[in-house]
Structure formats: structure tokens, C-alpha cells
């Protein structure tokens, strides 16, 4: 074969065979085929798209051009949630006990955060011993003994995904719906899930800001989830605002915490228990979704979802004292207010620059190099529908110095008061199924 067919062949809008996808991988992860043609081959996807065989193909490709993870020796059916990334989504770190509660496996590979948006391994950092570097071995264990566990990502997971997505953000083609659905789904299923269910946010603080192009997203990950024999679903849900009301690693545990003790603001609860009922439901723990839901309220109402949780801390090395304890966290040294300058109904909260804000005081990365500050970040007071009186607190800051002036600054820039009574966003804008 020759790379410069395969690209003229893609350019032309003809589909690729299943051995020229391999082949190109196989080829690019090697360093056999130079970024030059790579790029052109993702510009000519870009424009010309890949029909529903090429996506599987192709993601199938990426999954095995590393180490695929083998989750057969866990007992029962493996369920997995991938989040598309968000502002204050904490949702795994409650969402996963809550699950495990009701006697599904959840083996969970996770990331550390960049930019804007939390890694959920950053965010259980904050629970002091807290470890997830394992190897496979100790994961499946922890997982057939405690229905749970939590580790970092392999080193060698999906290298073509990694060296294609860093080629794509540099040659203008991250935008492509093919090529972010192979990339999230290959990496989900080199991790060995059996069901996979995916929060597609959508919003201001989304990848995908339009809900169209959410939906365009969701329904190819679904297809090729499906078509390589993954039981797979996916949520659209609201990123137009931060979810809850904490932003910034500890503070964000602590709401996860506060969930399963039946607490904690409700578009939290809400979307774990949605999400929750769809993992239970996939990995056939129950007759319906209904049925699922009903059996994670009760685990979280028994107090069994908080058991299950402080066993998985232990069981990571984890102060499990944490979950009834709030001063065993990271504690920020400052608290400060930042106040409303005029009176009316929050109209938007603009979520990228919550989590600028965020990122300022030191919660987040703005390069992989960038240590992270566990105690600092951001509580919203406020959010969009309600209403505010001039001097009314919007934000409390937590942060590590007193002078935070320029981040007052874009907290007060992401709010839109006016004086018309303004409606609260719908968290959950449809479900997508597998035909």
C-alpha cells in the first residue's frame, strides 16, 4: 500500500477498506508514515467524513495499537461512564460507589485534568493517601472484592489515538465528528468495559457548544460502540453552566460525598441517579431503568452507597475518616466574596470562564508540567434563575493568597444579571439509544 493513495482515496469521499485503516495506524504509530501525510489524511476526513464502518474500523485500530486491557477474570458485566468534559463535573467520584453499591463492577481508567476541566485522578488526590497507580492485577482484585476501583491511565493506552490527537489540535482538524468519537470510544474500549454510557455535555462550557452537534457526537459514539459489541448509550446534559456548585479539586469530592449522603445540589444528584440508572440497567442488574433508579436511591437512603465509598478510599490507601470530617481536606487559606454589583435574575453563567478562574487559583493546568493547588477553587453561590440583591455574594473564592483581584475580575465578567425573571436550564436534554 501507499500512503498517498489512501489519502487520495479519502479526498475523493470514497470509503477506506478495513486493512488501509490498519494499515495507516499501524504505519503512523510506528513512525513509519511522517506527520505530513498523517495530516492530510485527518484534513481530507475532516471535509469528506467516514461512514458508520470506517469510524469502527478506525477506532478499533486505535484501541489495539496499545495495550488493550483484559477485565474477563472481573466477575459480571463491566459498566463504564465517560464524561465528554465539563466545568464542576465531580459525577465519577460519586457516581461510581453509588453504582458498586448495587453489585456492578466498575473498573474506571482516568485521567488527570489540562486546562480548564478537572481530572477526576487530581480530584480524588485531595483524599489525604489517596492512591490510583496499580497494576492490572490489583485493579481486577480490588475490583472483584470491592466491586470498585479507580486507577490512572496506562502508559501505553491507545498511542496512536494520543499521537493523532496532538498532530489534529496543532493542523486545525480537532473538529471533526469521526475523529473525536474513534478517539473517546477507542480509549474506552482498549479499557475493557462492557457498557459503556457517555455524558455528552453540551453548552458554553462544552466541547460541543451547540446541542445539534452534541447530538451528532453522541449518536456516533453510540454506533460504534454498538457496532464493535459494546452495550452503549449516551445523555446530553447542560454545560451551560459549571454543574453544582463547587469548582476545584477537594471542594468538588466533598459534593460527590455530600451526594451519596442524599445532600448536595440537586443537577448533581440528579444526573448521577440518571447516568447511575443506565449503568445498573446495562449491566442487567434490573428490569428497567425505573427499576435501576430505584435501587440507587435506596442504596443512598440505607447509607450503603457511603459505606461503599469509604471501602474504596481504604482500599486505595485512602483516609476514609474524610467522608464524615471536612478539616482532613486540603483547606484553602483565604475565603473570599465575590459580591453582585447590581440586582436582578442570573441570566448566564458563562462555565469556560468559571473554570478560567479556576485554573488562576490553582486548580487547574494550563500545561502538564503545572502542579496543582488540591484546596483552592470556587463555590457558586448563585446560579442561573436565581435572584440576586446588589452586594449579594455570587462566588466565594478559595485560594491560597489574598490579592485575587484579576480572578474577581472574570468570575464578575462570566455572570449576566438582568431584570427579567430568567428560567433554570434543562439538565438533561435527550437519551440516545442504539438503534
Not at 453504582?99 to 476541566?117: E, I, N, Q
Not at 445523555?235 to 477537594?250: E, F, R, T
Request: proline fraction near 2%.
Amino acid at each position: 500500500m501507499r500512503m498517498v493513495d489512501i489519502i487520495e482515496k479519502k479526498r475523493d469521499g470514497q470509503a477506506l477498506t478495513q486493512a488501509e485503516i490498519k494499515w495507516f495506524v499501524e504505519g503512523y504509530t510506528k513512525g513509519e508514515i511522517p506527520d505530513y501525510q498523517a495530516s492530510a489524511l485527518a484534513m481530507a476526513i475532516y471535509f469528506q467524513d467516514m461512514n458508520q464502518t470506517e469510524r469502527a474500523e478506525l477506532t478499533m485500530s486505535m484501541a489495539e495499537s496499545g495495550d488493550m486491557i483484559d477485565l474477563s477474570s472481573i466477575h459480571g458485566i463491566k459498566a463504564d461512564k465517560h464524561s465528554t468534559g465539563g466545568v464542576g463535573d465531580k459525577t465519577t467520584i460519586a457516581l461510581a460507589p453509588l453504582v458498586a453499591a448495587v453489585d456492578v463492577p466498575v473498573a474506571k481508567m482516568s485521567g488527570r485534568g489540562l486546562g480548564h476541566t478537572g481530572g477526576t485522578i487530581d480530584k480524588l488526590e485531595a483524599i489525604p493517601g489517596f492512591s490510583s497507580e496499580m497494576d492490572t492485577s490489583k485493579f481486577i482484585k480490588l475490583v472483584n472484592e470491592n466491586k470498585i476501583a479507580v486507577a490512572g491511565q496506562t502508559g501505553n493506552l491507545t498511542p496512536a489515538d494520543k499521537k493523532l490527537y496532538s498532530l489534529r489540535d496543532v493542523t486545525g482538524t480537532v473538529n471533526s465528528t469521526a475523529l473525536i468519537a474513534s478517539s473517546i470510544m477507542s480509549k474506552k474500549i482498549a479499557s475493557g468495559a462492557d457498557a459503556i454510557v457517555l455524558d455528552v455535555k453540551t453548552g458554553s462550557g462544552a466541547f460541543m457548544k451547540s446541542l445539534e452537534d452534541s447530538v451528532e457526537l453522541a449518536n456516533a459514539m453510540v454506533e460504534i460502540g454498538t457496532k464493535v459489541g459494546r452495550k452503549t448509550m449516551a445523555v446530553i446534559s447542560d454545560m451551560n453552566q459549571p454543574l453544582g456548585k463547587a469548582v476545584g479539586n477537594a471542594l468538588e469530592i466533598k459534593e460527590a460525598v455530600d451526594v451519596l449522603k442524599g445532600k448536595g445540589p440537586e443537577d448533581v444528584r440528579e444526573l448521577c441517579l440518571v447516568l447511575g440508572s443506565h449503568m445498573v440497567y446495562l449491566a442487567k442488574k434490573a428490569e428497567s431503568v425505573a427499576a435501576a433508579r430505584q435501587k440507587l436511591e435506596q442504596v443512598i437512603a440505607s447509607g450503603e452507597a457511603i459505606h461503599v465509598l469509604k471501602m474504596f478510599i481504604r482500599a486505595q490507601g485512602g483516609n476514609d475518616a474524610i467522608v464524615d470530617d471536612e478539616t482532613l481536606y486540603p483547606q484553602a487559606n483565604y475565603h473570599i466574596a465575590v459580591k453582585a454589583e447590581t440586582e436582578g435574575f442570573v441570566k448566564e453563567i458563562t462555565a469556560d470562564k468559571i473554570g478560567v478562574a479556576a485554573m488562576q487559583l490553582g486548580a487547574g493546568r494550563a500545561t502538564k508540567e503545572d502542579e496543582i493547588d488540591l484546596a483552592v477553587g470556587l463555590i457558586l453561590e448563585k446560579k442561573i434563575g436565581d435572584y440576586v440583591e446588589k452586594g449579594d455574594t455570587l462566588v466565594t473564592l478559595h485560594a491560597s493568597k489574598s490579592d485575587v483581584k484579576e480572578v474577581e475580575k472574570i468570575v464578575l465578567d462570566s455572570y449576566t444579571i438582568v431584570y427579567e425573571e430568567t428560567e433554570k436550564p434543562t439538565l438533561i436534554y435527550k437519551e440516545i439509544h442504539a438503534e
